[in-house]
Every structure is written in structure tokens, then in C-alpha cells.
């Protein structure tokens, strides 16, 4: 059975969700942006009409999202009470508390998503690291425990872009992850990835460390601004490899993007190399390859504007591509993230798909940033 102190403590953060989020001020705005879509030209700009429509339900699901909190925080209270006159029993009160308490945490959790690139859909892209068919394999491990997380929570998933390894596993995946809050959740998942086991390559069984890197970047919309430079493009075209039928190898549908990337304010140059082999239409494939540069070009000037954080984040541990963000060492039954220091010894849940943990632990620790 809960104690009063339980009770008051459930009580206090309903209370502290409530002045953190403005929920008052909210109700204003949604009421003034609902407003806003009955006038009878509201449809004639259907971007922007659409751009509203995105602002009016966001509102409405923070004010939905507390609203239920408060239903389930006042239920709370009054079968605690209830229990008193044994009108309820001691599992009914418990229950509604872990139910209480649950969506209390997913709203927090939730709350630390604030940046506008958040709530988008993510581009995951896995590379294998150096040593051959361990690091593939390891590779592949990793894209179906992402595969395996975007079902658990509902996402959809599409493989834009696959190229098998040489004996076993692959060299290379990209995601698209598609889902309400998808970047803001894997954002976490930003770095390398380190495996420590008995490797079946290996005839001797000897102990192995693998690597394979993990890049995440918000998928943009045609809402989003971004500037591309049509002359720094050039296109080739490839026959896609594996199953598929007659029409994979007859067909140049797999499509290679190049651009000619020149950073704005460093003015250094890179090549950008997208490669998609999505569907077998080569126009299609063009287009997504499009949509995933436009997404890269998006998350570099995210990451210039983050730039300006670096002070506040120079006491902390950096979160960034080339640090080793996680081990994962089957033998030991330890998946440890560097990062946060949470831990567990549930390897084949992990490897399942559960890493919501892990992203929770990073989100309360550096979300608020």
C-alpha cells in the first residue's frame, strides 16, 4: 500500500508539470491558434495551413498529455481515501499509483524535448567499424535492435539503404524512423557503439571487441528551410544487389547522390555520399536521396548553432560522434552506458529492441541542455 508521503509526492510533481509547461498559457495560445483555422481561407495556403494545423494538435497533446495526470492524480487521492472506508482495496490503489506515477515520468521525459528539431522523424545511419566480419555482424546486430525499438514503440521503419558484408552481417544501413518525437528519443543513440564477446569468427573463441558508429539526424519536411545548391549536385545510377527478382538486375534503380558541401562559416569543403536503393523507381529513389540530404544539411547548422553551448557543456562528459557512448559485453551480461553509468544485465532485452532506459537516463541528464 502507498504511503502519504507517496500520495503528496505524486501530488507535488502534477503541480510542478503544470507551472513547467504553462498549462494555462497553453490553453490560451490553443484556443487563439484554433481560432485561427476557421477562417475561410484557411486552406488556400496549404503549407502553412498545414504548418498551423501541426501547432494546434502539438498544444492540444500537452494540454491532453496533463490533463490525464491530473484526472489520474486526483483518482489517486480519492481511493486513498476510499481505502480508508475499505471501499477499495490495497491492489487498486497500487495499481492506479504505478499508472499515475508512469505517465507522470512520460510527460517529464517528454518535457525534455524542446528543441524544434525534436519532435521529427530521425535518419539513423549505421557504419561497421575496422575488423571484417565481427564488426559486420556486429553492425547488423545493432540495425535490428533499432528495427526492433521502432516496432516496440510504434514507429514505422524503412531501410532506404542497405550494402551486405563481405561473409556475414552488413557494411553499411541507413533507417528512416519515422514517428511523433522519433529524432528526439534516438538522438541518444548519436556515437559509437562497442562490442565485447566470444566471437563464431573466431576459430581459436577468443575474446573480441567490435565497433560499429551510429549517426542520428532529424529527417526535415518541406516545412523546413534548407539551401541547396543544385549545381554542387551530380547523380550515378547502380544496379541494386540482393533479393528483388529479374528487375534488380536489369534495372539501374539504385541512385548515388554526390554534393559538394562548402560550410558556410568555416568554408571548408566536403563531399556529402547518399546512396538509396529504397524502391526500384529511380525517380523515387532520387527523391527520398534528396530528403535525406536536405536532413544532413539541417543537422549541420543545428550543430553550429550548438556550438554557442559549448561552454555550459564543458563540465560534462561531450556528446558527440567519435566518442564511444556505449559497451555492450555479452559474456559479463553488462550493457553499460558511458555517459550516464546506467547499466544493465538484460543483453538480450537490449539487443531486442529495450533501450528505453538508456534513452531516459541521457534524457534526464542532458535533454534540458
Given at each position: 500500500?502507498?504511503?502519504?508521503?507517496?500520495?503528496?509526492?505524486?501530488?507535488?510533481?502534477?503541480?510542478?508539470?503544470?507551472?513547467?509547461?504553462?498549462?494555462?498559457?497553453?490553453?490560451?495560445?490553443?484556443?487563439?491558434?484554433?481560432?485561427r483555422t476557421q477562417d475561410p481561407s484557411?486552406?488556400?495556403?496549404?503549407?502553412?495551413?498545414?504548418?498551423?494545423?501541426?501547432?494546434?494538435?502539438?498544444?492540444?497533446?500537452?494540454?491532453?498529455?496533463?490533463?490525464?495526470?491530473?484526472?489520474?492524480?486526483?483518482?489517486?487521492?480519492?481511493?486513498?481515501e476510499f481505502y480508508k472506508e475499505e471501499l477499495v482495496t490495497e491492489e487498486e490503489v497500487d495499481e492506479l499509483?504505478?499508472?499515475?506515477?508512469?505517465?507522470?515520468?512520460?510527460?517529464?521525459?517528454?518535457?525534455?524535448?524542446?528543441?524544434?528539431?525534436?519532435?521529427?522523424?530521425?535518419v539513423l545511419k549505421i557504419n561497421s567499424g575496422a575488423g571484417g566480419t565481427e564488426a559486420q555482424d556486429w553492425a547488423q546486430m545493432l540495425m535490428r535492435m533499432y528495427m526492433r525499438y521502432a516496432e516496440e514503440n510504434g514507429y514505422k521503419c524503412v531501410v532506404s539503404n542497405l550494402q551486405d558484408g563481405d561473409d556475414a552481417g552488413i557494411k553499411t544501413c541507413t533507417l528512416e524512423i519515422q514517428g511523433e518525437f522519433a529524432y528526439g528519443?534516438?538522438?541518444?543513440?548519436?556515437?559509437?557503439?562497442?562490442?565485447?564477446?566470444?566471437?563464431?569468427?573466431?576459430?581459436?573463441?577468443?575474446?573480441?571487441?567490435?565497433?560499429?558508429?551510429?549517426?542520428?539526424?532529424?529527417?526535415?519536411?518541406?516545412?523546413?528551410?534548407?539551401?541547396?545548391e543544385t549545381a554542387r549536385i551530380s547523380w550515378d545510377t547502380f544496379r541494386s544487389s540482393g533479393a528483388g527478382g529479374q528487375n534488380v538486375n536489369k534495372v539501374e534503380s539504385g541512385v548515388r547522390l554526390r554534393y559538394q558541401y562548402k560550410d558556410p562559416y568555416t568554408g571548408e569543403e566536403e563531399e556529402i555520399l547518399i546512396e538509396n536503393t529504397e524502391t526500384r523507381d529511380q525517380p523515387k529513389n532520387k527523391?527520398?536521396?534528396?530528403?535525406?540530404?536536405?536532413?544532413m544539411l539541417y543537422d549541420k547548422e543545428l550543430k553550429h548553432r550548438m556550438e554557442e553551448q559549448a561552454k555550459v557543456e564543458a563540465g560534462?562528459?561531450?556528446?558527440?560522434?567519435?566518442?564511444?557512448?556505449?559497451?555492450?559485453?555479452?559474456?559479463?551480461?553488462?550493457?553499460?552506458?558511458?555517459?550516464?553509468?546506467?547499466?544493465?544485465?538484460?543483453?538480450?532485452?537490449?539487443?531486442?529492441?529495450?533501450?528505453?532506459?538508456?534513452?531516459?537516463?541521457?534524457?534526464?541528464?542532458?535533454?534540458?541542455?
Open positions: 500500500m502507498i504511503t502519504i508521503e507517496q500520495l503528496k509526492e505524486v501530488k507535488e510533481r502534477t503541480e510542478q508539470l503544470n507551472r513547467y509547461l504553462d498549462i494555462p498559457a497553453k490553453k490560451i495560445q490553443w484556443e487563439e491558434e484554433q481560432l484557411f486552406w488556400d495556403d496549404q503549407k502553412r495551413a498545414e504548418a498551423q494545423m501541426k501547432l494546434v494538435k502539438g498544444l492540444e497533446k500537452w494540454i491532453n498529455g496533463y490533463n490525464e495526470i491530473k484526472t489520474l492524480c486526483d483518482e489517486l487521492e480519492t481511493a486513498f499509483y504505478a499508472r499515475t506515477k508512469t505517465s507522470i515520468e512520460d510527460l517529464e521525459l517528454k518535457n525534455m524535448l524542446r528543441r524544434e528539431e525534436d519532435p521529427m522523424d530521425a528519443y534516438l538522438k541518444s543513440e548519436n556515437g559509437v557503439h562497442r562490442l565485447v564477446r566470444v566471437s563464431p569468427y573466431n576459430a581459436q573463441g577468443k575474446r573480441m571487441t567490435s565497433f560499429a558508429s551510429v549517426f542520428v539526424t532529424p529527417l526535415v519536411d518541406d516545412t523546413i528551410e534548407v539551401n541547396i527523391e527520398n536521396a534528396l530528403r535525406i540530404l536536405r536532413s560534462k562528459k561531450k556528446i558527440e560522434w567519435g566518442s564511444q557512448i556505449r559497451s555492450y559485453v555479452f559474456d559479463d551480461r553488462r550493457v553499460k552506458d558511458h555517459r550516464t553509468n546506467y547499466q544493465t544485465s538484460d543483453v538480450s532485452g537490449v539487443m531486442d529492441g529495450k533501450i528505453d532506459a538508456f534513452i531516459k537516463a541521457y534524457l534526464m541528464e542532458f535533454g534540458g541542455e
